[in-house]
């Protein structure tokens, strides 16, 4: 039993007593609009001149209308539109050439920048495994005590096993605990990337540049 006393039994009264307020929240309408590719140069004011000719202009619809005094390349801005829609065999690819390329030494440099501004720009290649793989971080985990003291007396296999390539891309994979299924090349995407990981890693990098400052003391 709950012994209640004058000061708890009053304070049920305020339970009915009570009226939630209604709060007003001011917000804001933030509409979305979706990044159009390419964007260039301002916003089309609907203001251009027709030609006196009575011809449609199809200026922003067959092709892009770049009110700029630095016009675009066609074939980079190409380019550009195919690396980010992924559609390389769409439709055929406009090739520029450049007249009396000798005399010409800025259109040289200009197209050499904009390659290189387009490679830095490009997306990297994505890989979708058709079955699940484990997580990089996963697989760059510390390995237990017991495998570390079996590593340090046992050799890993090396390639001069007397194997088939298939079957020591098995065993490498299944040492490093990275499935395999029928398609082997999946679990080689992932073994590769694994490496390339652990290569980039500024903690390996640091054990290795120690290690080798032990073996050669001199330098």
Not at 175 to 197: A, V, W
């Amino acid at each position: 039993a709950v012994v209640s006393t004058q000061s708890t039994g009053d304070l049920f009264q305020y339970i009915t007593r009570y009226t939630p307020q209604q709060v007003e929240l001011d917000h804001k309408l933030k509409p979305f609009i979706p990044d159009f590719i390419p964007a260039v140069g301002d916003i089309d004011a609907f203001i251009t001149v027709p030609r006196p000719d009575g011809t449609v202009n199809k200026l922003g619809l067959a092709c892009i209308d770049e009110p700029c005094a630095k016009q675009s390349d066609p074939t980079v801005l190409d380019l550009q539109i195919r690396a980010i829609t992924k559609q390389s065999t769409a439709r055929a690819m406009q090739v520029s050439s450049v007249e009396n390329a000798e005399k010409n030494p800025k259109a040289i440099d200009a197209w050499i920048k904009n390659i290189s501004e387009l490679h830095r720009q490009k997306p990297p290649p994505a890989v979708h495994y058709s079955k699940n793989m484990p997580d990089i971080d996963v697989l760059m985990q510390e390995w237990p005590t017991e495998m570390e003291e079996l590593l340090s007396r046992v050799k890993l296999p090396s390639a001069e096993m007397d194997c088939e390539l298939a079957d020591y891309v098995d065993i490498v994979c299944s040492i490093l605990d990275i499935p395999i299924y029928q398609n082997r090349i999946h679990s080689l995407h992932l073994l590769f990337t694994l490496y390339s990981e652990f290569k980039n890693s500024q903690h390996f990098q640091k054990m290795n540049q120690v290690a080798g400052e032990e073996e050669n003391p001199e330098r």
